[in-house]
């Protein structure tokens, strides 16, 4: 399998790597010997391959990710909101740049039930830290939206990003 993107191909050693990372990094002392020891190749053509897949926007980053739950974030809202469509984007970096949502969304209305277009995940250690941060955003974008509503999770049903099957024809 090859594919190729902006002059970079996507081979089969870089399938492997994202088979063997989508799922997280091992926690071992040299993660990074320990994954190109599995793949086959070496530790410095791993890193190579692995900052070319960032650089062309096959992977976005690599980064360690906490259990919010366990470390007391655990009221979460995900808030709707009704943007005027040529603010949209506009309010996205806004939000992107807030520091506190950790996912963020445009979306098509649905109209006239559903009017919200921008979906922003907020989390908190409580309810009234997470109506603070929407307090907060709707300060920053002040009269470029009409409307908010905060949806709070009430259980975790799935807590990965896409994961690719070990067939290629997946």
């Known amino acids: 399998m090859e594919l190729k ?5 996507f081979d089969e050693i870089d399938f492997k790597i994202v088979l063997e990372t989508q799922g997280g990094i091992p ?3 040299n993660p990074f010997e320990a994954i190109a020891l599995k793949i086959g190749i070496s530790e410095v053509e791993l890193v190579s391959r692995l900052q070319t897949l960032k650089d062309v926007g096959f992977i976005r980053k690599m980064a360690g990710t906490p259990n ?3 470390i007391g974030y655990t009221a979460n809202a995900m808030t709707v909101w009704d943007i ?5 984007n506009s309010v ?4 992107k740049s807030a520091g506190f949502i ?3 969304y445009i979306r098509p209305r649905s109209l006239p039930v559903w009017p919200y277009n921008l979906f922003a995940m907020v ?4 309810r009234e830290e997470v ?3 929407v307090d907060h955003l709707k300060k920053l974008i002040a009269s470029k939206f009409e409307s908010v509503e905060l949806i709070y999770s009430s259980q975790i049903l799935k807590k990965t990003g896409i994961r690719i099957k070990g067939n290629k024809n997946v």
């Open 5 to 9: 993107v902006d002059g970079v191909i």
């Open 27 to 29: 926690i071992v002392s």
């Open 68 to 70: 919010h739950y366990k």
């Open 84 to 88: 005027p469509d040529d603010k949209v």
């Open 92 to 95: 996205g970096e806004v939000f």
């Open 102 to 104: 950790s996912h963020c």
């Open 123 to 126: 989390h908190g250690k409580n």
């Open 131 to 133: 109506s603070q941060k």
